[in-house]
């Protein structure tokens, strides 16, 4: 019974926090709203038994992932004048869309599907939820996590061709061209006779 | 462990080819880059090779990989074939446009070959997740292939435009896979389908089975650019650079249409009846308004991309057809006949796009229509493989557009949906109008540039030649190919 209450108590304030997280003017208050959404999902997912998933979450997302995100969003010169153009012009429609949406899924499973839910069941003492993960990432879904590591070698390629450019007035220096500097590049000896003093 | 290694070596062979070409193109001084692209086009035949030997090593049998992740049948063996020569002779096409405009570069060669290793994995997937993995590895490709051409405005614009609506697409595909999974219990596709031939039974589960596959069918129609889902596919298509839109208009649609079998008529045919009839409307909108809009256009580009959109609608008629009440003695006609129409429409998109990059040079992009008038006084021969092209896409006998349009509408047909074929032959009509347009600008209009074409490389000369003709080829005899893909759905 306690563990339902905690549920709720953590689904409102996702809930809730995801809500401000579209409706934030400032964007830094957004990114602090994310954060609060993350830490709550990982809370959710501590009551499921999935410790790791949970200790992940938060040290992956909020610790990495959104401070570094908050530090581009205060970075960059947002106008937030011009962020907020068009906002109750778009309300309206927008409110109608999701409204109608939500509103269709629920008469689609409210009263079919609500009592199905079952709770987890109890595990054994010294179960160990991270080791079951890993035993399972390099088995039986070996492939799959290979795919994700291409995915993300895909994903550094494709970061470093978009933004790498090579500016041909740019004054960089280059280490290696300094290092292979030979004497007879920087200084030329020149034989002469001696002037004579008058 | 070991025989799985040997199953998955087309896609390993990529994979190590592609992180080579990445490391040897670091040393590849000159700006045609000849080493990478012969080794770009080796890794692509070692990976033919490599696909022939797993083919032939397991008989046309199907092997399941890594627990039953990953498939390995003919179904997948032929559309990997297919897909390594539709990249190759993209390759082909593409060389002089790419080095004209300084986007041969290394990265280009690499994200090409992962993106085909994106659709490989998708057309061996057997697994929800793997479906999902490879769907990512090719879009995160296309993505940054878009924007590949930093300085072009218009690039980057269809770039973030893709980018977000692929990013919402696969959103919903992956909500409808979730919902699927909760129902079934399981990511396994021989397992969901498996339990959804049990859970369909009932009204309850049935309606929450059905709910998941609203939002895959979404998924999927993004993939493939149907109506109502095609808004990015005309802009993309004008926005990115020509060698990038003959890649993302021709091999990508076969993974899309592998993604399409796997799920629905692998995952989901006990639901047959309910995904049909949503493909029936999305197959008759974008007939509609790829026909009917493709008029209104100027741009070749944004023509050609109005015409993938009818197209794509007009292989639904197959796919939709396979089961009628139960019964699915047609089904390997039905999805022979879609997988036929594929292959043949990646094989006119390539010509066609292939012609625009052919036409165009340093300065010059060849993308409006009156950039074709008179092409027939400028050189007869290439004005009449664009005629082929053009026939073929509007489905003129004797071409084989008009044998892969005959075959689906046989299967419509055949299946009692007699109101479908008639609407999709009046769209088809309505489509050879501006097919028709084309070569009445070639053959009946003033150049308004007479000087004769600017001479091109023998490779993309005999290429462009040997991909129009054999759509003639194609078109008196279709047997075999017809055969090949019928054969390849027999054995799923």
Redesign the interface.
């Known amino acids: 019974m306690f563990e339902a209450l905690l549920f709720y108590v953590f689904g409102f304030v996702i809930l809730a926090s995801a809500l401000c997280v579209i409706t934030a003017r400032n964007p830094v208050y957004a990114a602090l709203y994310l954060v609060l959404a993350f830490f709550t999902s990982s809370a959710i997912w501590l009551l499921l038994h999935a410790e790791f998933l949970a200790i992940t979450l938060v040290l992956v997302y909020v610790g990495a992932v959104m401070v570094l995100f908050l530090f581009v969003v205060m970075m960059l010169d947002i106008n937030l004048e011009r962020l907020r153009e068009g906002f109750w012009q778009y309300l309206p429609l927008g409110a109608t869309v999701g409204f109608l949406m939500a509103a269709e899924m629920a008469a689609m499973l409210y009263g079919r599907w609500s009592g199905l839910a079952t709770p987890p069941r109890a595990l054994p003492p010294g179960y160990s939820n991270t080791k079951e993960l890993g035993r399972l990432l390099y088995t039986d879904y070996v492939y799959a996590f290979e795919l994700a590591a291409v995915v993300l070698l895909v994903a550094i390629i494709a970061a470093i061709a978009l933004t790498l450019r090579r500016r041909k007035d740019s004054r960089s220096q280059d280490p290696s061209q300094q290092v292979k500097a030979r004497r007879a590049d920087r200084v030329r000896l020149v034989s002469m006779p001696s002037e004579n003093d008058r | 462990m070991m025989l799985?290694f040997i199953v998955?070596l087309p896609e390993l062979v990529l994979?190590f080819g592609a992180c080579a070409l990445?490391l040897v193109d670091l040393y590849v001084k000159s700006e045609q880059r000849r080493v990478s692209l012969a080794m770009a086009q080796a890794v692509l035949l070692l990976a033919a090779v490599a696909t022939l030997l797993v083919l032939l090593g397991s008989g046309g049998e199907l092997i399941y990989?890594?627990?039953k992740?990953?498939v390995a049948d003919v179904m997948a063996h032929l559309l990997k074939l297919s897909a390594y020569a539709a990249v190759s002779m993209v390759l082909v096409y593409s060389r002089q446009y790419l080095i004209d405009r300084d986007l041969m570069?290394g990265?280009f060669l690499?994200?090409l070959l992962?993106a085909l290793?994106g659709m490989m994995?998708m057309m061996s997937a057997n697994?929800f997740?793997?479906v999902y993995?490879?769907l990512?590895?090719l879009s995160?490709?296309l993505?940054?292939m878009v924007?590949?051409n930093?300085d072009s405005a218009t690039a980057t614009e269809a770039a973030m435009k893709y980018f977000v609506l692929g990013a919402l697409a696969s959103g919903m595909l992956l909500y409808g896979m979730s919902m699927l999974y909760g129902a079934t219990g399981s990511l396994n596709i021989n397992e969901v389908a498996k339990q959804v031939a049990i859970l369909s039974k009932d009204s309850?589960q049935h309606?929450?089975l059905i709910?998941g596959l609203v939002f895959v069918v979404c998924g999927i129609a993004f993939k493939l650019g149907l109506a109502p889902f095609h808004m990015w596919i005309p802009d993309v298509y004008q926005g990115a650079p020509t060698a990038v839109t003959l890649l993302i208009g021709t091999a990508p649609k076969l993974a899309a249409f592998a993604m399409a079998m796997r799920l629905l008529v692998n995952g989901l045919l006990d639901l047959a009846h309910d995904w049909q009839q949503m493909l029936a409307i999305l197959a008759v909108l974008s007939m509609a308004i790829g026909n009917i809009t493709a008029i209104a256009q100027s741009n070749l580009k944004r023509m050609l991309a109005y015409s993938t959109i009818a197209h794509m609608g007009f292989m639904l008629l197959g796919l939709l057809s396979g089961v009628v009440g139960g019964n699915w003695r047609n089904a390997p006609d039905a999805y022979g006949a879609a997988m036929f129409y594929t292959i043949v429409y990646v094989l006119m998109s390539l010509g066609s796009f292939g012609v625009l990059l052919f036409l165009s040079h340093k300065g010059f992009e060849c993308e409006k229509l009156e950039d074709l008038k008179g092409l027939n006084r400028r050189n007869p021969w290439y004005a009449f493989i664009v005629l082929l092209l053009m026939f073929s896409l509007a489905g003129v006998p004797p071409t084989v557009g008009f044998y892969a349009k005959l075959a689906v509408l046989s299967a419509v047909v055949n299946a009692g949906m007699l109101w479908l074929a008639v609407v999709a032959v009046l769209l088809s009509l309505i489509g050879a109008y501006y097919y028709l347009r084309i070569v009445k600008l070639m053959y009946f209009d003033e150049p308004s540039d007479a000087t004769p074409l600017a001479e091109r490389p023998r490779a993309v000369r005999l290429l462009l030649s040997a991909n129009g003709l054999a759509l003639l080829v194609l078109g008196i005899l279709p047997q075999p190919l017809m055969a090949i893909c019928v054969f390849a759905i027999h054995k799923l």
Do not use: H
């Open positions: 799985d998955v994979l990445m990989a890594f627990g992740l990953y570069t990265e690499t994200l992962f290793l994995v697994s997740l793997t993995l490879g990512e590895l995160l490709c993505y940054a924007a590949l930093r309850t309606a929450f709910f």
